[in-house]
């Protein structure tokens, strides 16, 4: 029911970026835009970004915020912060929202002041456990505090909470004693893709070659160190493609493949855009998530890598996180992480055992098509629209 009364419910989405590669927002807001909602995105204007434009049938609007040229220090952000807070809730009393929609904690509080402007549905969309950042600033600067009390008192003021994965949710209900939040994963949408040769052209591989993958962000605590040592005790037949965007930590790996003499067997391949990662991942024979995360929030989330190995019909091999689910599914086989002899070994148990390998191949590829993809995480998302409209607690009561 996108409409009461013959009028077209305006959502008001709020998030503090500008809005260029947050996959997970665009695609809730086509999704809500193709089901009748009138959605606007609320964000932040940099100097590359346009102040208006529609996007698959929904708008986004960006502030230009006075304050942008202050310093990056905690005591001049407070004030870009308020500005940001006035000047979104205005757009969203502008366009005179029926639902507020807050993606994460900082973005929750402007769209609670809205909600209650216009007493409005409010949702808390969290991508992530908050007070699960244990970043070094927020440590000095007691902000961890203030965000975990701010988060304790708008979270039981909302009248639908989303998050990202069961681990999140199941934290946010023992932590706060609420109902635990509706779990909204960060699929890609499905689409029958098909084995290629695009990593095989572009590294001139040979035929026989098995191609294992590590894609995303270079850096610490990710497995790559360890996933590279293990090819030293992999059969040369295998060769290792690592695909991301350049930064300090790849010229380390860089490093690292040249002092174990690897330079004909661990490959590095360009970022790639974000609707063309499944098919490159595709193109290989095995993927692999390693992430040892410090953080909290990574620890109980899932990783955007899963998603894409199970689209692309990839079987993975994974560390500790998602262990669990990754067994359970039949998608893939798990090592002990922070050994290169344990991943090498996983590596050539699943390519060398045919019927094992074909088995876990299809078992991505049959939840890929059933479960896990944004068009099955789509009508979840519209069906609790569709729920929250029912909701006794009118909005505006506390």
């Not at 529609?54 to 407070?78: A, E, W």
Request: some cysteine; aromatic content about 10%; proline content about 5%.
């Amino acid at each position: 029911m996108s409409r009461i009364k013959g009028h077209m419910l305006q959502v008001a989405m709020f998030v503090i970026n500008n809005f260029t590669n947050d996959a997970r927002v665009h695609r809730e807001a086509a999704t809500l835009a193709d089901s009748g909602y009138r959605v606007t995105v609320i964000a932040l204007k940099d100097g590359n970004t346009p102040a208006e434009e529609t996007v698959d049938n929904f708008y986004v609007r960006r502030i230009n915020l006075l304050t942008r040229s202050l310093p990056r220090v905690p005591g001049f952000q407070i004030f870009k912060y308020l500005e940001f807070i006035i000047c979104s809730v205005f757009l969203a009393v502008r366009i005179r929202a029926d639902i507020c929609h807050g993606h994460d904690l900082n973005a929750l509080v402007p769209a609670f002041v809205a909600a209650r402007v216009l007493k409005a549905y409010l949702i808390y969309d969290t991508h992530e456990l908050a007070t699960g950042q244990n970043t070094q600033r927020r440590r000095i600067w007691g902000e961890m505090s203030l965000w975990h009390y701010m988060e304790r008192w708008l979270i039981k003021r909302v009248h639908l909470v989303l998050t990202v994965s069961p681990g999140i949710a199941d934290e946010l209900a023992g932590m706060y004693g609420i109902d635990r939040p509706q779990v909204i994963m960060n699929c890609p949408p499905y689409e029958n893709v098909t084995r290629n040769n695009l990593l095989r052209e572009f590294f001139n591989f040979n035929k026989k070659d098995v191609i294992v993958i590590y894609h995303g962000v270079f850096g610490p605590n990710r497995g790559i160190e360890v996933l590279v040592e293990s090819f030293v005790h992999i059969p040369k037949g295998y060769k290792l493609v690592l695909m991301g965007p350049d930064n300090s930590f790849k010229g380390f790996i860089k490093n690292t493949v040249r002092n174990l003499n690897l330079l004909d067997r661990v490959f590095f391949h360009p970022a790639v855009p974000v609707k063309d990662v499944v098919k490159y991942v595709a193109s290989a024979d095995v993927g692999t998530f390693l992430s040892n995360p410090q953080i909290k929030s990574q620890q109980l989330g899932l990783p955007n890598k899963l998603f894409e190995c199970m689209a692309a019909g990839t079987p993975i091999v994974v560390g500790t996180i998602c262990r669990e689910l990754v067994l359970q599914l039949g998608v893939g086989v798990a090592c002990d992480q922070n050994s290169p002899v344990s991943l090498a070994e996983a590596i050539q148990r699943l390519t060398t055992d045919s019927n094992l390998y074909h088995r876990v191949q299809q078992s991505a590829r049959e939840y890929a098509r059933s479960e896990y993809n944004w068009q099955a995480q789509g009508r979840k998302l519209r069906a609790l629209y569709e729920m929250l409209q029912h909701e006794s607690r009118r909005p505006g009561i506390s």
